[in-house]
């Protein structure tokens, strides 16, 4: 078989996105054994790290082996014994997954639903707490299958006055737009790597806090066979799922290192060297460079005589909906996008299919360079199939919102 040998593929869609290259090489780094201390000082360090990247105090800030789902699960099943409401604010794709999960809890789930393109104002969620009284409101931060950022400042203080666990799903936001959670009062936040921190798919970031770890606390059951004479199980009833326990999986990154599963050292690496990027950059600093590739991003669809979709007052920075005109097949636009200039953008689903295309500027592609390459090959491709568009006006377009952020460097005419 030929060694391994992907094209060079720019990665412009809704994630996953191409790796920063530190995380790349940080993949191909030799494993040490899981209690070697020099490993055992790498999980301090991700979780020291972690912290800052979620801007918490929390002890309880690790890494769920699996994709951005094992993280939501983890949370989800240690949290949820059946019967127990959960509220769900749905307004894409991943609002029904958090929903599915908790009724796999066996939740009595709530939901209320906004149209796909739109996100809740506060008061709805409170009036949906008010009638509801549920022991946790899940939430989803930016929601990719829509492109939406939902506001989540001032649902911190709402739970906390209504005695809700606040537990947010931010995978596809954070490093890309803010977030707080000490400052939200959250009480549990999951994220992934693919998104905008950089990395690929398979770890999932979590962040506890102490009202929430306390909650898991009383579920703790120790499995046997790790189990000695000092340990003894909680109040509440066992965690259904042994994997994604969470209080077997804080031992096992606390001091007592007891044994639970054997850690992805790669995805840790990856993990290690996707936080210290987005530190060593500045969260403020990657969230503006965010916010400048999607501002640029947009303004180029819109000189290409595309559409933006949903409410571009609450976009995420790192992803754009646009129209799929009628008269082009967006199918042959992204085939052609991929195999004529090896640049990948979004198809969408549910209400959305065939509807509209997501191009993402996220990561490490958040750059002015990928930026101009997807939008000059998208003029290209759609002039080909007949759409009509200003020539030369998209990268204009872009080069103007750069230009703004850095006069100095686009100036040289
Ligand atoms: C992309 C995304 C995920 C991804 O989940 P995986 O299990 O890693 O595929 C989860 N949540 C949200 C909100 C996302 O946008």
Aim: with cysteine; charged share 20%; aromatic share 8%.
């Amino acid at each position: 078989m030929k060694t391994l040998s992907p094209p060079p593929r720019l990665l412009m869609g809704p994630g996953p996105i191409n790796c920063y290259p530190r995380v790349l090489s940080a993949m191909s780094t030799q494993l040490v054994g899981q209690y070697d201390p020099v490993m055992t000082g790498y999980m301090n360090e991700v979780m020291a790290l972690y912290r800052q990247v979620f801007m918490t105090q929390n002890e309880q800030t690790f890494l769920i082996d699996g994709t951005s789902r094992a993280g939501i699960e983890a949370v989800l099943v240690s949290a949820i014994e059946p019967g127990d409401k959960v509220l769900v604010p749905i307004f894409g794709r991943f609002g029904h997954l958090l929903a599915e999960i908790a009724e796999r809890c066996d939740a009595e789930v709530h939901t209320i639903e906004v149209p796909w393109g739109e996100v809740f104002l506060p008061e709805q969620i409170e009036q949906a707490i008010i009638n509801v009284q549920p022991k946790l409101l899940a939430v989803v931060q930016g929601d990719t299958s829509t492109t939406m950022l939902q506001p989540l400042e001032h649902l911190g203080e709402i739970c906390l006055r209504h005695d809700v666990l606040f537990y947010s799903d931010a995978t596809a936001s954070i490093g890309g737009n803010s977030f707080e959670t000490d400052k939200w009062q959250l009480d549990a936040v999951s994220v992934g790597l693919q998104k905008c921190l950089g990395g690929p798919s398979g770890s999932a970031p979590v962040t506890l806090s102490e009202r929430y770890v306390e909650l898991v606390g009383k579920r703790r059951h120790v499995e046997a066979g790790i189990r000695s004479s000092h340990h003894s199980d909680g109040q509440s009833s066992r965690i259904r799922s042994n994997y994604f326990d969470l209080p077997m999986i804080m031992d096992y990154w606390g001091s007592e290192r007891l044994n639970h599963h054997t850690e992805a050292a790669s995805m840790l690496y990856c993990a290690r060297e996707c936080a210290i990027n987005l530190l060593e950059e500045g969260i403020d600093s990657t969230i503006f460079r965010h916010k400048v590739a999607g501002d640029a991003m947009l303004a180029g669809v819109k000189a290409l005589n595309l559409e933006p979709f949903g409410d571009l007052a609450h976009k995420m920075h790192n992803v754009v909906g646009v129209y799929i005109p009628d008269t082009v097949d967006g199918e042959i636009i992204r085939h052609q996008m991929l195999h004529d200039f090896n640049i990948e953008i979004g198809t969408s689903f549910g209400p959305l299919q065939g509807k509209i295309w997501r191009i993402g500027t996220m990561g490490y592609n958040a750059r002015q360079d990928a930026v101009f390459q997807t939008l000059q090959s998208l003029e290209s491709v759609l002039r080909r199939n007949g759409h009509k568009l200003p020539l030369g006006e998209a990268i204009d377009a872009a080069y103007d919102v750069y230009a703004k952020v850095n006069p100095l460097q686009n100036e040289d005419k």
